[in-house]
Every structure is written in C-alpha cells, then in structure tokens.
C-alpha cells in the first residue's frame, strides 16, 4: 500500500526565502529521519509564509500506513512555527 498526502501549511514568521527554507528543512530532516517516509517541498518555493509538502509512505499493511503518516502529520502539528491549513490523501 503507497499512501501520499499533500499538506499545506502557513509559516508565521519568516521574512525572507532563507527563513521560510530554514523552518521547511528542519520539519522535512525530523520527517524523514522520525518516520523513515519521502519528504519534498512541492509547491510554493517562491513564497516567504506557504509551502506544500508531499509526504510518501510504502507499507504491506494499510493500518501501518495510516498510523504512520497521521503520526507525521501530529508532528507537523507539533512544530510552533507553522500551522497546517490544508491535508489531501491519496492511496497509490
């Protein structure tokens, strides 16, 4: 089972593109190394306060995905520098 999810998100801080990536890499780099699923930043790279990230997990078992995706989804929510706005899934 491949589980994708797209997520939107607003950064309240930031005043320039350093900033913003600063913040987006630090949340991609605990994802990836929290969760062992694919990160990328996949639109709004020319935005200081937006991003969307496309997040991937790969699991024989479609409770495991589930589980393992919202559990990188609370730490999205986790992180104070940033609120999620909007969650799309899509099962591949």
Request: glycine fraction near 2%; charge should be negative; charged fraction near 30%.
């Amino acid at each position: 089972m491949i589980l994708y999810a797209e997520v939107e998100c607003f950064i309240y801080e930031p005043n320039s593109l350093k900033q913003k990536r600063s913040v987006v890499k630090s949340l991609i780099t605990r994802l990836k190394n929290d969760y062992n699923i694919a990160v990328s930043e996949i639109d709004h790279q020319e935005l200081w306060q937006r991003t969307k990230l496309g997040l991937v997990t790969v699991s024989a078992d479609k409770i495991q995905a589930e589980r393992v995706i919202d559990q990188a989804l609370k730490l999205v929510d986790s992180f104070p520098e940033l609120e999620r706005t909007t969650t799309n899934f899509e099962w591949l």
